[in-house]
């Protein structure tokens, strides 16, 4: 399966949309967890947190953590050996977790469990466990509240709650996986909605052309810490397992009700109008639109937003580049408008 996506070398400087540098705190486990017991361990860490990531070994051993309390990230690194999650666990969030890990070895599948936590006698919260395989024989186990929802689902109609939370959820997750900025996927999916409008797509499709531009990256969250947060260039075999990153997302979203419509831009925005990009292939028309659309939108805000490996291009040259590669990379019917809208 892998072998066949072919690897080029000129998708650097707007592929790494989300690779940012490594911020936060690097502390020990026992000052992330209370020593208190396995019972204390999960909730003394959510009193002070909000949402919690954690990339786990196929043992349950805590590889990395990285959690959010507002809008502060903290990252915790944990040592080999020192943290297993079944330690940390409350029991019956415990029991959930094993359960799903059961599910998730025989399917190869994301499994989501809620469980009541109490953070103290008279305070109780509904979290959401996300339990994620990721490529090696790793698991990704994303915590996070879900009162807000919980609350609202009991007031009005199910699904579209539910399916925002699904997505508010991955955003979170991804945010926390490789620093994907937040910005970056809200300006994206604007971007990408304005354009779709202009071009005439009736009001009824803007949803799920959001919806995908929210989550086109979410296919990432699988991709090994090694390669994720590598920050030296890919070597070949590691850009094979990058390029995985559309199906991936196409196998964890479509789990999510009435989602299907919203699925060509994570599958198809790294396709190119003359055939040469990838999982597919596709060339021309037979790239999705709402994945010709979103393209110009994801390749304009990486070029002109700072990375770690560059400064932010202007937007004359970033302009510039989406001009050259009009008939290559971009479909040359909705160039045009693109450069129009950025020039307002």
Request: aromatic share 8%; proline share 6%; net charge negative.
């Amino acid at each position: 399966m892998v072998s066949r996506f072919s690897i080029a070398s000129n998708t650097e400087q707007t592929e790494n949309i989300g690779r940012q540098k490594s911020v936060g705190i690097h502390v020990s486990a026992s000052a992330c967890f209370a020593p208190t017991g396995p019972e204390q361990g999960l909730l003394a860490m959510l009193k002070e947190l909000d949402d919690i990531l954690l990339v786990l070994d196929e043992r349950g051993r805590v590889i990395n953590c990285k959690a959010q309390a507002g809008s502060r990230s903290t990252i915790f690194s944990f040592e080999p050996n020192e943290l297993f999650i079944q330690n940390v666990l409350p029991t019956l969030a415990l029991k959930k977790y094993e359960q799903a890990l059961e599910q998730i070895r025989n399917s190869r599948r994301f499994i989501l469990f809620e469980s009541m936590l109490a953070s103290s006698p008279n305070r109780a919260s509904w979290y959401e466990f996300r339990l994620i395989p990721v490529l090696g024989n790793q698991w990704v186990l994303f915590i996070w509240n879900v009162n807000r929802y919980k609350a609202i689902s009991r007031t009005i109609a199910n699904l579209p709650i539910s399916i925002n939370k699904m997505i508010e959820g991955w955003s979170h997750a991804l945010y926390l996986r490789d620093f994907e900025t937040e910005d970056h996927t809200r300006r994206v999916a604007e971007m990408t909605v304005q354009l779709a409008r202009r071009l005439g797509i009736p009001e009824e499709e803007l949803l799920h052309i959001q919806r995908g531009a929210e989550v086109h990256d979410i296919g990432k969250i699988a991709i090994p810490d090694e390669i994720l947060l590598k920050t030296g260039s890919l070597t070949p075999q590691e850009w094979q397992l990058m390029r995985l990153h559309p199906t991936i997302a196409v196998d964890l979203l479509e789990q999510v009700p009435q989602i299907s419509p919203a699925l060509f831009i994570p599958r198809s925005h790294h396709e190119k109008w003359d055939g040469s990009g990838y999982p597919d292939g596709l060339a021309g028309e037979d790239i999705p639109l709402a994945a010709r659309i979103f393209a110009f939108a994801d390749v304009y805000d990486a070029l002109t937003s700072d990375r770690p490996y560059r400064k932010a291009w202007s937007r004359a040259d970033a302009l510039r580049y989406i001009r050259s590669e009009i008939g290559k990379h971009f479909d040359p019917a909705i160039a045009p408008e693109f450069i129009r809208l950025m020039l307002e």
